[in-house]
């Protein structure tokens, strides 16, 4: 799972969730009607989700039940010198194991995963460690990182997955002293995103990922972006209902307003999301950072003026990148960005449609025409639209 899991060394708001919901253990109905310690894997995966892959249509996806044991062998019994990272709810070590068998094996030997050790008191991360299970256990895709097995014996609560030798998207944007990705590595990185959370929105019983951020984007030896950590992950509305009502969950920044306003919860809102990671793939500049001064600490609304502007736009840009980058590229991607976080989600593109524009950007040196935008001085209206836009609120 490489170092996602490692705090950040500066900006703590950046990692910081939006939800009172850590505060007190949650209800039965918020751990999917069920005892916090009692359900198993195997019941939490007699669920409703299809197992489907662009790459893969098997019927079935088989997780391997490790003990405890096995876990503390694969990571020297979780000795410091494996601690890859450490969050909120439990640490991440380095493991190893047999390729075929999945046994443990000596470091050195056989393949390298991380494994995600819960904390025994934390019910929240509970909830999480089930909502992992639920979606990474039954869905496969390239651009999702891959659950290898799980422990639930006693009270130990261990998920393995595939180790990501690159670590996170946010090491390489923002680390000081990590060479600089490349133009051509980021929008390879943004094609990928938006890959896995098209094939997320676009399931039958749609799923909305709800917190995308460059924490949870892991990459491969390839620079290969993979979604990783869905446990605030929620299944999209059904029928008539148009949203999902819930608690304010997801990391300050990358929140859609309307989200953080109300609670409804839709698939929108990934893609706000979305149109932040893009912000960050061309500035390097976090979504919210402490050491910025004023309107420069958040990213999106120090942004916005330079993205209404074509011929402003190139201002934004990482100068890490020494202008090595397609201009007309970077200003396509900035206008995407836009479109994104517009503050009406119902003029935000699908993310079918977002990718299609990054995917027309990579295999031709024409630019994708964009719809045109009209914009008042807050953010994106359209002139025959009265609705009014929704205040971006960035603390609650």
């Known amino acids: 799972m490489g170092n996602c899991w490692r705090r950040p060394a500066r900006c703590a708001h950046a990692s910081s969730t939006l939800s009172s919901e850590t505060s007190k253990a949650p209800s039965k109905e918020t751990l999917y009607s069920i005892s916090p310690l009692k359900e198993t894997p195997s019941a939490s995966l007699n669920r409703k989700y299809p197992v489907a892959s662009q790459n893969d249509t098997s019927a079935s996806v088989t997780l391997k039940s490790f003990t405890f044991n096995d876990l503390k062998t694969a990571t020297k019994n979780f000795r410091t010198d494996s601690l890859l990272g450490e969050g909120g709810f439990g640490c991440v070590f380095k493991g190893w194991i047999d390729e075929n068998t999945l046994a443990p094996t000596k470091p050195g030997t056989g393949i390298v ?16 460690w089930l909502a992992e299970v639920n979606y990474l ?20 609560r261990l998920l393995v997955y595939e180790y990501m030798q690159r670590g996170s998207l946010e090491n390489h944007l923002f680390k000081r002293g990590v060479q600089p990705i ?18 997320l929105h676009n399931l039958d019983n749609h799923v909305i990922y709800r917190d995308l951020k460059a924490s949870n984007v892991l990459l491969d030896a390839d620079f290969n972006a993979k979604l990783s950590d869905f446990g605030l992950a929620r299944d999209g509305p059904t029928g008539d209902n148009t949203h999902v009502s819930t608690r304010v969950v997801g990391t300050r920044g990358y929140a859609a307003p309307e989200y953080v306003a109300t609670g409804h919860l839709t698939i929108k809102s990934d893609v706000y999301s ?5 912000l960050e793939l061309l500035s390097g500049k976090r979504a919210l950072d402490e050491e910025r001064a004023g309107v420069e600490n958040d990213l999106v609304d120090w942004a916005k003026p330079f993205l209404i502007n074509n011929r402003r736009v190139l201002r934004i840009m990482d100068t890490r990148l020494g202008g090595q980058y397609s201009k007309k590229g970077a200003q396509a991607v900035a206008a995407l960005a836009l479109q994104c976080l517009h503050t009406d989600p119902k003029y935000r593109p699908h993310m079918r449609e977002a990718l299609a524009t990054l995917e027309e950007l990579q295999s031709t040196k024409d630019i994708p025409k964009m719809p045109p935008a009209k914009l008042d001085h807050r953010g994106i209206k359209h002139s025959s639209n009265n609705h009014k836009a929704i205040r971006t609120t960035t603390s609650i």
């Open 137 to 156: 256990g039954q869905l496969r895709h390239e651009n999702m990182v891959k659950l290898i097995g799980y422990c639930t014996e006693s009270e130990n």
């Open 113 to 128: 995963v991380a494994i995600k050790k819960l904390k025994m008191e934390s019910f929240q991360g509970h909830k999480e």
């Open 274 to 278: 979305f149109g932040v990671v893009l």
């Open 182 to 199: 490349s133009w051509s590595t980021r929008m390879n990185i943004a094609v990928g995103v938006a890959r896995g959370l098209c094939f």
